[in-house]
């Protein structure tokens, strides 16, 4: 079921912007897409510096623009900075040459721009209307939200903690020591022929990489002890690029697409033309639909799990696939930081490398900008 809440001035779509974009922002640009009248998206950006030179502004503007081509029918936008200046320190509204630079290429590109805001430390404003010198108060944003939620209007959507996103949670050296010590018999064994009787016998790994991959999100580990075996042997896996594809794959496809990455790998090894293989493009988000996010949000559990555990050495593949999943999402900025997390262990790491190039050149995969299922739903995309 849609919801409508019908924003009647400024401060109500400030309160608003936090659930179209599905975050808090902080010293960021969310930048509100609509299709006539109603809103079909938000796209959130990292402010780029304060000290930022004209040719850096022009950039960022053409770059966030051009993401906001992408949501089908989007014919007017809402640009809002969030930043912790203050109207204080400048006299007035921050961040004022960014905007305007923003606003004025808005116009150029076609979009009508119904306004543009900010809101600071000290105060919200807004670029186009009357704004007092000391900005309005952030406590009216706050009432509008209340109002929105109060006589019988339904409880606000969960607002993602993008700081929380980007780290892993603290785990007890206990467990760590369990998994790294298994991860370590596993690749002491990688080349040996003991290998596959002790995947099988005390890991009950049959050689089926979609099937282990499917079963890991469908069914949570019962005990410890299955959750320690699970996280070391996806460690030791994933260090084969091959293997990590077909899990992100099947992670984000299902089964039958994850077998398809498997044969796909299997035709590459053996010098075969896979230019006509569907799922190609999958890893640079291209030719494949949208993936399941709920199969996507249990993997980055099951590998944030791991990540956490495993010997730091053996982390830049499981890094990396949680910044592939996160940028599968449309979550650019959560997904950068966990590329750089890779980077920092292992700077020449391959996918790594892909995923910052693509980071930095503004590229997110193209279902992240598709009309949603039921097309009246909001797009939330994270850039």
């Known amino acids: 079921m849609t919801t409508l809440i019908q924003a009647l001035d400024a401060s109500d779509f400030l309160a608003l912007v936090p659930v179209l974009s599905g975050c808090e922002p902080r010293n960021s640009v969310v930048l509100v897409a609509f299709r006539g009248t109603r809103s079909c998206g938000a796209l959130r950006v990292d402010l780029p510096p304060e000290d930022a030179a004209a040719g850096v502004r022009k950039a960022f503007a053409t770059t966030v623009l051009g993401m906001m081509c992408k949501i089908p029918g989007v014919d007017a936008l809402v640009p809002v900075v969030y930043t912790d200046d203050t109207f204080e320190r400048f006299g007035g509204l921050p961040r004022r040459a960014l905007m305007t630079n923003l606003t004025t290429r808005a116009r150029h590109g076609g979009f009508l721009v119904r306004d543009a805001l900010c809101v600071a430390a000290d105060g919200w404003g807004s670029y186009i209307g009357d704004c007092p010198r000391a900005g309005n108060p952030l406590s009216s944003i706050a009432d509008a939200a209340a109002r929105q939620t109060k006589d019988g209007a339904p409880e606000r959507p969960a607002i993602t903690d993008l700081e929380a996103e980007s780290t892993l949670a603290p785990s007890d050296l206990v467990t760590r020591e369990r998994v790294a010590r298994r991860f370590r018999e596993l690749g002491v064994l990688r ?106 949000r249990r993997a980055l559990t099951l590998l944030r799990y791991s990540a956490a555990r495993l ?64 097309p009246s739903s909001e797009n939330a995309i994270d850039a």
Request: with cysteine.
């Open 311 to 374: 010997p730091r050495s053996a982390t830049p593949p499981v890094l990396t696939m949680i910044g592939w999943l996160y940028w599968a999402l449309g979550a650019g900025s959560i997904a950068g930081k966990w590329v750089q997390q890779a980077l920092s262990i292992d700077p020449n790491f391959g996918l790594a490398d892909l995923l910052e190039a693509m980071l930095s050149a503004g590229h997110l995969p193209d279902w992240a900008f598709e009309v949603p299922p039921d």
């Open 191 to 296: 080349n040996s022929a003991e290998l596959a009787p002790v995947l099988y016998w005390e890991y009950s790994f049959d050689g089926d990489v979609v099937g282990f991959a499917d079963d890991l999100i469908q069914m949570a580990a019962a005990e410890e002890d299955d959750a320690i075996k699970d996280a070391a042997l996806l460690g030791f896996l994933v260090q084969s690029p091959a293997v990590r594809d077909v899990f992100l794959i099947t992670w984000g496809w299902g089964p039958s697409t994850g077998d398809e990455c498997a044969l796909t790998q299997r035709m590459f090894t053996d010098g075969e033309d896979i230019s006509a293989m569907p799922g190609v493009g999958a890893l640079g988000g291209w030719d494949m639909p949208r993936p399941d996010p709920q199969r996507i």
